[in-house]
């Protein structure tokens, strides 16, 4: 929600305690308060894998990134799949 215009700030984003060793979550457009991690902009948070293939990675990072959640969250299915399309190609 919000792109192209400003985006609502101040929503609470649930992160699990325990996300699987290989994933990584990188914060950009969020900020920690005293009630806790809340949105402070668009393009929230990166999630990515790390697996043998590509695919793995995919499919890992995914499934870690449906279990983050805010309200108006948005999450991009397109990214990696032109890679995956290169190495399959």
Do not use: C, W
């Not at 060793?21 to 790390?50: I, P």
């Amino acid at each position: 929600g919000g792109y192209p215009v400003a985006y609502e700030k101040g929503k609470a984003i649930s992160i699990p305690q325990e996300l699987p060793e290989n994933v990584t979550v990188y914060h950009a457009g969020d900020k920690l308060t005293n009630q806790g991690l809340v949105t402070s902009g668009g393009r929230v948070l990166g999630v990515t894998a790390t697996a043998d293939t590509l695919q793995q990675a995919l499919d890992d990072a995914y499934a870690a990134a449906k279990q983050i959640h805010f309200d108006g969250a948005f999450m991009r299915s397109d990214i990696g799949k032109r890679a995956l399309a290169v190495l399959e190609g």
